[in-house]
């Protein structure tokens, strides 16, 4: 688990960028000049080691150059036939691209974002099945099919584990 010192956020509004900075702030417990609403994608993701994506767009909204080595993307996937918003380049460079269902993706009518072999299942990766990041300057992307809250209890089921101590 990586703890959270700052926060860019970008929205194509305005309003919204500065409303979610606030509510990051509030929420996240961070000081207010630890949250802050930028102007453009770049400026949001650039030397940033998580990268979240959940948007409505149709196409890539960042820029694969943009993405640091070593960072972590997720994105909450396409909601829309034929939508894309992560671009093809990045997931080029990615050293790992899981998925919550790679099952659920393969019956898409076209690849959801990748072919679905090229997915490799989140429970793999969390169980050992399926090796993940293996060197600290991997891009590593994460692409949510949407499983009704499963990113929630993976993400609790973490937190617990990372609560006891370490054994071996």
Known sequence: MRRLRS???FSPSGEHRDL????ARRELGLA????RAVDTPSAAVQGADVVLLATRSTTPVLDADDIAPG???STVGPKARGAQEVPPRLLDRASLISCDSPQQAAAYDRPFVVEPAALTSLVHVLTGRAPGRTRADEITVHCSVG????????????LE????????
């Open 7 to 9: 926060v860019r956020v």
């Open 20 to 23: 979610f900075a606030q509510r």
């Open 32 to 35: 207010e000049r630890a949250v």
């Open 71 to 73: 960072a972590h993307v």
């Open 147 to 158: 499983m009704a809250g499963s990113e929630v209890v993976v993400a609790h089921r973490l």
């Open 161 to 168: 584990l990372s609560a006891r101590p370490l054994t071996g």
